[in-house]
């Protein structure tokens, strides 16, 4: 009986001991726990932002887990995109309900996207954007600033061009409003003469690799400046925003817009016609990996962004005032001859799917500096797509 408080003693210490080394243990785990407001100075947690999905404009903190595939599946290896990213308030959490989902934009997948930096899991990252679901999950969107680590140099993305003050008007606003803003920057531009198209086309399309040649848009043919025409291989001027949606023809002004205008083989012009844009149909014998059936035209992978950023171009630069046409998109195909083109779900897919390239900022700069004097706000900002129709 008098061994006994020994033993009781010995047997506290072993379980202080073994809690000592599993509290221990579990300091290595790294953690965020301390509640912001959501500003850039103190972000939300992941648990916070999760639990405030109010389409508001807030930064977030936390570490990437993975990158979500589906609402419940975040993979953790094999990275099939740069599309997205999964934070946590732990690293290593494993929970997809302790997730919040993040969508990478275009400019930032160089440096955020998995697939491009597999070595950024674990990694602490603040992420500012309107909190709102993506792949039906807690989310954030529409994302307008990435970075590493607790503060520290933003990962700004390289600019397409120094647009200076150009796009101030339009810092901070969102939907009809930034679409509005953005209408009275680029209206009013300069506008030439659909024989004057001809030219600007050997100058805005040109190759890059070939000075006398143009790449057709379609196709993705160099071909010579002089072979345009009506004959068979010539090229000729296609309006992407289709001109009988909305009927504005080759008018001064939309139907001379050379922010949509783009040079192609003059067969493939016919094939496409005025049909609107959608996934599927039949691989076009001519121009292989462009799909068209009986009401809608799919173009090949490298152009589809292009295209999206075209059209959104258009419906935002057409808005009926000054007599011109209203143009907006809708989820529809067989537009017609009404001032609308499809589908705009498909559209907003493509601009993701197919980044801004060299050639398309090359394009915007010369439309901007020799010709019209106004900009495609969606090649210098893609993600203002999102912002306005998403």
Known sequence: ????????????????????????????????????DGSASSPYTVSQAIANQSNTLK????????????????????????????????SGEAATSKMIYVQVPSSYRSQFGLQSNPGLKDTKVKVTGYLTAYFTHPGVKNVTLMETGGGGTPSDPPPAADTGSYYDSAQGKTGAALKSALHNIIDDHTEISYDAVWDALRHTDEDPNNKNN?????????????????????????HVWAKSHGDFGTAMGPGTDLHHLRATDVS??????????????????????????SDSWEPRDAVKGDVARM??????????????????????????SAPYIGKMSVLLQWNDQDPVDSMERHRNDVIYNDYQHNRNP???????ADVIWQ
């Open 1 to 36: 009986m008098k061994g006994q408080p020994v033993k009781s003693i010995k047997l506290v210490f072993l379980l202080s001991l073994v809690l000592t080394m599993v509290i221990g243990s579990l300091a290595f785990v790294p953690t965020l726990k301390a509640a912001g």
């Open 59 to 90: 930064t977030v903190q936390g570490y990437v887990t993975g990158q979500p595939t589906a609402a419940s599946t975040v993979v953790t290896s094999n990275y099939p995109s740069d599309y997205a990213i999964a934070l946590a308030d732990a």
């Open 214 to 238: 143009v790449i057709l848009l379609y196709t993705g043919r160099s071909q010579s400046k002089t072979t345009n025409g009506g004959g068979v291989n010539d090229w000729n001027r296609e």
């Open 268 to 293: 493939v012009n016919s094939s496409r016609g005025n049909l609107d844009f959608d996934n599927g149909g039949t691989e076009n014998s001519e121009a292989k990996g462009n799909y068209s059936d």
């Open 311 to 336: 059209i959104f171009y258009m419906a935002v630069r057409y808005e009926g005032d000054s007599g011109e046409p209203d143009l907006e998109m809708n989820n529809n195909v067989n537009n017609g």
């Open 378 to 384: 969606f090649i210098d900002h893609p993600e203002y």
